[in-house]
T-cell receptor
Framework: NAGVTQTPKFQVLKTGQSMTLQCAQDMNHEYMSWYRQDPGMGLRLIHYSVGAGITDQGEVPNGYNVSRSTTEDFPLRLLSAAPSQTSVYFC?????????????FGSGTRLTVV | DAKTTQPNSMESNEEEPVHLPCNHSTISGTDYIHWYRQLPSQGPEYVIHGLTSNVNNRMASLAIAEDRKSSTLILHRATLRDAAVYYCILRERNTPLVFGKGTRLSVIA
């Protein structure tokens, strides 16, 4: 199993550009989430999904869209990048029931908006 | 969401036990206590979770107060690799994980 795979690992965008951060998991996990982590700060929840076709907003959803057409993939779209969206983005997933383990996180995408 | 309070930072000597405290005085009966850690330049990593009883796994132990208003994550022998930010999080079943500021643990050789 590859776990949670995030691509790209690094990205530089110009203000106003749009892009999609990819997240894929091969563990048949139903729950998936997106977080951002600004330098020296904790993680903040952007959007999450409890299964294919179902998404909901987290703490800081503005400026981001998500969709969940398959169990495996949960892409995060930046509609019009702003310097305030410079951050490290983490995707996470977990199975539907608590079975002695929790969320598995990807290694992150470091995004810089200039 | 119920809130947790953790010290900003702690220091430990290598090969000694570490007790990381977490206060959660407003915990509800359906809140699970989760601990995650984040090593430098990595994504968070699940450590342990519990509801009412103490829990042990290969990474750590979780001691939960009888009134559930506090808990302690115990690393039995700290190594340099355990230097990380440790997050104590309350989560109801089937709700998303919401992080606080955590405790930065430094391990001294």
């Amino acid at each position: 199993n590859a776990g949670v795979t995030q691509t790209p690992k690094f990205q530089v965008l110009k203000t106003g550009q749009s892009m999609t951060l990819q997240c894929a998991q091969d563990m048949n996990h139903e729950y998936m989430s997106w977080y951002r982590q600004d330098p020296g700060m904790g993680l903040r929840l952007i959007h999450y999904s409890v299964g294919a076709g179902i998404t909901d907003q987290g703490e800081v959803p503005n400026g981001y869209n998500v969709s969940r057409s398959t169990t495996e993939d949960f892409p995060l779209r930046l509609l019009s990048a702003a310097p305030s969206q410079t951050s490290v983005y983490f995707c996470a997933s977990r199975p539907p029931l608590d079975r002695g383990h929790g969320y598995t996180f990807g290694s992150g995408t470091r995004l810089t908006v200039v | 969401d119920a809130k947790t309070t953790q010290p900003n930072s702690m220091e430990s000597n290598e090969e000694e036990p570490v007790h990381l405290p977490c206060n959660h005085s407003t915990i509800s009966g359906t809140d699970y206590i989760h601990w995650y850690r984040q090593l430098p330049s990595q994504g968070p990593e699940y450590v342990i979770h519990g509801l009412t009883s103490n829990v042990n796994n290969r990474m750590a132990s979780l001691a939960i107060a009888e009134d559930r208003k506090s808990s302690t994550l115990i690393l039995h022998r700290a190594t340099l690799r355990d230097a990380a930010v440790y997050y104590c999080i309350l989560r109801e079943r089937n709700t998303p994980l919401v992080f606080g500021k955590g405790t930065r643990l430094s391990v001294i050789a």
